[in-house]
């Protein structure tokens, strides 16, 4: 593919930079393109140059009332709500656009996807393509709770639908990006449920080579070949997403309360371990580095409930930056008793930590 027509970027924070410099290995080696890798953190850690990506920090791209997001937002909420923002601005100079999360690796060309964008202005993959009849797996409840597309990858091409359905989204996500499924919200996605509704060009990819994932492997099977990998015996994998990927135990292919997570499954071995093998030849101590906007100027943590009550009264504080310690800050947190008695770091629960609330 040719770099000055078509952008494949990404966003992650310090600590998923291993991940995001896989990925930009891994697209680099199809296609020759470096990926460009948006920093959602801090400026400040040493972040060594790439021969794969161009890396740049959030806070150098003058996002309109950036700071704001970034206390309101925990980094999974941030780094989502920008996304389609920043897909509008690679089009400035690029006639296509490809976002792939920090967690995917490509293993074919992704010129399948350019050629898709000629006649057809917004790509996107479904989490799965064959419904879940079980009982024991919720049937599809998943999906409804999410969203019906996968936002860890989309394309869009210049065309001005898809600058307008970039514009609707981004409006969203800025807004309304929290993950707070109870009230229909899932970060990015949930909003792209209902965007065919209102952009009709949408195409949606049913090949199973695109985005594989842990959602989705009750559909789809992986063998190996003399040119990469095949998904269910007839298409090419394009990528792999490994979305709550268990470095530690990487045969169990997931961080997932599935019933094949103890045993794994055997058509996954070998990607796995390559995948865990990359990601610790990149790992040059980032994994280690704590989020940025995870702390207030003084090392104060901002918590998921601070974060929460800030967004309640965001406009009535009227701060420009609620990170630099003040007095309407301090006296926000200290009058409504959100001050953490303990730093810690964020870490969402999963299905891991169950033992550690059972009675």
């Known amino acids: 593919m040719d770099s000055s027509n078509v952008a494949v970027f990404s966003v992650c924070s310090v600590c998923y930079l291993p991940k995001a410099l896989v990925l930009a290995e891994s697209v680099f080696r199809m296609d020759n393109i470096k990926t460009v890798i ?41 780094s989502t709500c920008v996304k389609p923002m920043l897909a509008e601005r690679l089009l400035a100079n690029h006639s296509k656009v490809i976002f792939l999360d920090p967690d995917i690796c490509v293993y ?35 999906m409804m709770r999410f969203g019906s597309f996968n936002l860890g990858f989309f394309a869009v091409s210049s065309d001005p639908e898809a600058r307008r359905f970039l ?11 929290y993950f707070e499924t109870q009230f229909g919200l899932s970060t990015d996605q949930k909003w792209v449920s209902i965007a065919p509704c209102f952009f009709p060009n949408i195409k949606i990819l ?47 292919v997931f961080k997932r309360s599935h019933a094949w997570r103890e045993s794994g499954r055997e058509d996954l071995f070998k990607i796995c371990d390559d995948y865990a093998a990359a990601l610790k030849r990149f790992d040059q101590g980032y994994s280690s580095v704590e989020y940025g906007f995870d702390y207030l100027d003084n090392g104060w943590y901002v918590s998921p409930t601070l974060r929460r009550a800030y967004a309640a009264v965001e406009s009535e504080l009227g701060l420009e930056n609620p ?37």
């Open 38 to 78: 948006y920093l959602i953190d801090r400026k400040g850690p040493a972040v060594q140059e790439s021969q794969f990506a161009d890396i740049r920090w959030i806070e150098d791209e003058g996002i309109p009332d950036f700071y704001n997001l970034a206390f309101k937002y925990d980094v999974t909420e941030l």
């Open 108 to 142: 074919s060309s992704l010129q399948s996807l350019e050629a898709e964008l000629v006649s057809h202005p917004i790509l996107l993959t479904p989490h799965y393509c064959t419904p879940i009849d079980s009982r024991e797996e919720n049937y599809d409840l998943a």
């Open 167 to 177: 514009r609707w989204w981004s409006d969203r996500c800025i807004a309304l990006g």
């Open 206 to 252: 049913y090949d199973p080579g695109y985005n594989m994932a842990f959602w989705n492997l009750h559909e789809r099977a992986l063998v190996g070949t003399e040119n990469g990998y095949a998904v269910n015996g007839q298409s090419s994998l394009i990528f792999f997403h490994f979305s709550s990927f268990d470095e530690k135990r990487p045969r169990s």
């Open 323 to 359: 990170f630099v310690v003040d007095k309407p800050i301090l006296s926000f947190i200290r009058m409504n008793h959100l001050r953490e008695r303990k730093n810690a770091r964020f870490r969402p629960e999963g299905a891991g930590d169950i033992s550690q609330h059972s009675s």
